[in-house]
C-alpha cells in the first residue's frame, strides 16, 4: 500500500499569500495518478485536480498542481478567505487507493 | 447536471447491520466507476468499497468480509449493505463518482450520510 504523507499539517497564512502543500509518497505513483480535494468545514470533498496537475472543471486557475514519482505539490497562487479549509491527496495509480491525512489551510 | 444523494445512515449497535443508499441523477450508474468513502469523526478520508463498469468489486481490508457494494441499474442507485458493525465504522459516509479521464479519482462527491455505531 503506498503511503501518502502531507505536510505541513496546519498552514496558517495571510490573504493574497501563496500557499504551497506538499504530498509525498512511499512509493513511486507511476502514472501521476495523483488528485487532490478540497474540503470545506461541513462539506463533502471537492476535486480540485486530478493526474496531478489538470485542474478540474470549475476550479480558479490560482489553484495548480505538479510533480511526479513520489513528489507532488499543491499551490494556491493567492489565498483567497474562501480558501479555508482541509486539503487532502490520493493517489489512484496503486491498489488499494489511499489518501493523504490532509493539510489545513487558516486564513490570518 | 450529476448529482449523487446519500441516505441510510443513523444509529445502529455494534454487531448490528445498515444500507446505505446513493440515488444517481444525471449520468447511469452503471456506466461508471462507483466508490464509498467514509471520513470518521475529526479524521481524513478512507476509501471503504468501489464497483466497476464492469461490475467487479473491490473492498478494504478493514471492511473486506462485512461490507457489500452493489447497484440497481433500474432506480440508478448504488448501495452499501454494512453488516457486523463496529464501533470503528462509525464515520460520515460520501459515494463519489470516477470523472472522465484516466483513473479512479472522484470528480463527483455526494453530501455524505453519518453512520454511528454505538450501544
Known amino acids: 500500500e503506498i503511503v501518502l504523507t502531507q505536510s505541513p499539517g496546519t498552514l496558517s497564512l495571510s490573504p493574497g499569500e501563496r500557499a504551497t502543500l506538499s504530498c509525498r509518497a512511499s512509493?513511486?505513483?507511476?502514472?501521476?495518478?495523483l488528485a487532490w480535494y478540497q474540503q470545506k468545514p461541513g462539506q463533502a470533498p471537492r476535486l480540485l485536480i486530478y493526474?496531478?496537475?489538470s485542474r478540474a472543471t470549475g476550479i480558479p486557475d490560482r489553484f495548480s498542481g505538479s510533480g511526479s514519482g513520489t513528489d507532488f505539490t499543491l499551490t494556491i497562487s493567492r489565498l483567497e478567505p474562501e480558501d479555508l479549509a482541509v486539503y487532502y491527496c490520493?493517489?489512484?495509480?496503486?491498489?488499494?487507493?489511499?489518501f493523504g491525512q490532509g493539510t489545513k489551510v487558516e486564513i490570518k | 447536471e450529476v448529482q449523487l444523494l446519500e441516505s441510510g445512515g443513523g444509529l445502529v449497535q455494534p454487531g448490528g447491520s445498515l444500507r446505505l443508499s446513493c440515488a444517481a441523477s444525471?449520468?447511469?450508474?452503471?456506466?461508471?466507476?462507483m466508490s464509498w468513502v467514509r471520513q470518521a469523526p475529526g479524521k481524513g478520508l478512507e476509501w471503504a468499497s468501489i464497483?466497476?463498469?464492469?461490475?467487479?468489486?473491490y473492498y478494504a481490508d478493514s471492511v473486506k468480509g462485512r461490507f457489500t457494494i452493489s447497484r440497481d441499474n433500474s432506480k440508478n442507485t448504488l448501495y452499501l449493505q454494512m453488516n457486523s458493525l463496529r464501533s470503528e465504522d462509525t464515520a460520515v459516509y460520501y459515494c463519489?463518482?470516477?470523472?472522465?479521464?484516466?483513473?479512479?479519482?472522484?470528480?463527483?462527491w455526494g453530501q455524505g450520510t453519518v453512520v454511528t455505531v454505538s450501544s
Open positions: 463519489a463518482r470516477r470523472g472522465d479521464s484516466s483513473g479512479w479519482y472522484y470528480a463527483y
Open positions: 444525471g449520468f447511469t450508474v452503471n456506466n461508471y466507476v
Open positions: 464497483i466497476s463498469a464492469g461490475g467487479d468489486t
Open positions: 512509493q513511486s505513483v507511476s502514472r501521476s495518478y
Open positions: 493526474g496531478a496537475s
Open positions: 490520493q493517489q489512484y495509480d496503486n491498489s488499494p487507493q489511499t
